[in-house]
C-alpha cells in the first residue's frame, strides 16, 4: 500500500532535516559519503520512494552530490555575502529560524523607515500594498508584491545592509512562497489572506504618520503571528507523523 503523496512529503521533509542538521552541525563534513539508501530506510523507518525525495531535495539545495554507481556525497558549500543561502531553507524548522531572524531585523527596519522614509517612497509602498491586496482579491500570487514591500521599507532606512540582508534572503522572506501556508495553518484561504493584508496595512499606517514605535509594534506583531502560526503548525505536523 503506498503512501498518500502528502504523508509522502511529510517522511521526506523529516529525513531532510535530519541530514542537514548533520551536516551544519560538522557530523557530516565535505567529501563524507552519505549512508546507503538502505540504511537509511532502516534508520528512519520509511520508504526508499521517501528517501530518494529527500536526497532529491538535498542535491537542489547544493548540499549533496550523487555519483552514480559509488554513492552520495557532502559536498562544499560556498559561502556569499553574509553566508545566507535562501536555497539551503529547505523545512518548516528553518523557515520558523529565518522568521526569528527577520523579527529582529524588520522590526528595527520599520521603526527607521517612519523616521527617515520620503513622500515618494510612501507612495511606492503604498502602490506595493495596493498590488498586494489586489492580488489576493483576484487569487493570484502575492508574493512578489509582499517581497517588494518587505524591501521598499528596508531601502527606506537608508541603510544598505538591510537591504543586503532581505535581497539575500529572496523569496525566503516570505513564508508562502515556500511552504502551503493556509493549510499548513488548517486556515481558509480568504481568512488567512485577510489577516495578513490587515498586518501589512498596520504597518503602512505606522510608517506613512512617522511613527516609528508603532511601526516596530505592527512589523513585530505580523512577523512574530506569522511564526506562532507556523509554530501551532509545526506541532500539529509533527503530531500527525508519532
Known amino acids: 500500500m503506498t503512501l498518500p503523496q502528502r504523508k509522502h512529503r511529510s517522511l521526506a521533509q523529516g529525513v531532510v532535516e535530519h541530514i542537514s542538521g548533520t551536516i551544519r552541525q ?24 521517501v528517501v530518494r525525495e529527500a536526497i532529491s531535495h538535498l542535491q537542489a539545495a547544493g548540499l549533496v552530490q550523487t555519483r552514480h554507481g559509488i554513492g552520495t556525497f557532502v559536498i562544499e558549500r560556498a559561502q556569499a555575502g553574509l553566508g545566507l543561502d535562501a536555497e539551503h531553507i529547505l523545512t518548516l524548522r528553518d523557515v520558523l529560524s529565518i522568521l526569528e531572524l527577520r523579527i529582529g531585523v524588520e522590526t528595527e527596519t520599520a521603526g ?69 501556508t493556509p493549510k499548513l495553518e488548517q486556515d481558509k484561504p480568504a481568512d488567512f489572506l485577510e489577516r495578513v493584508s490587515r498586518e501589512h496595512d498596520d ?35 509533527e503530531g500527525s507523523l508519532n
Not at 563534513?29 to 537509511?40: F, M, N, R, Y
Request: aromatic content about 4%; hydrophobic content about 40%; overall charge positive.
Open 26 to 49: 560538522g557530523t557530516l563534513k565535505p567529501g563524507d559519503k552519505l549512508p546507503t539508501e538502505s540504511s537509511l530506510m532502516t534508520q528512519h523507518g520509511v520508504s526508499r520512494t
Open 203 to 237: 504597518i503602512f499606517r505606522a510608517i506613512e504618520r512617522r511613527d516609528p514605535e508603532a511601526a516596530r509594534a505592527a512589523m513585530r506583531t505580523h512577523l512574530s503571528n506569522s511564526r506562532e502560526r507556523l509554530v501551532q503548525a509545526q506541532r500539529r505536523l
Open 112 to 180: 527607521l523607515a517612519a523616521s527617515r522614509r520620503s513622500e515618494d517612497q510612501v507612495d511606492e509602498l503604498a502602490g506595493a500594498l495596493l498590488e498586494m491586496q489586489q492580488a489576493m482579491a483576484e487569487g493570484r500570487s502575492a508574493v512578489d508584491a509582499d517581497k517588494r514591500f518587505h524591501l521598499l521599507i528596508a531601502q527606506a532606512t537608508g541603510n544598505r545592509y538591510f537591504v543586503d540582508i532581505l535581497e539575500q534572503l529572496g523569496n525566503a522572506i516570505i513564508p508562502r512562497a515556500r511552504l502551503d
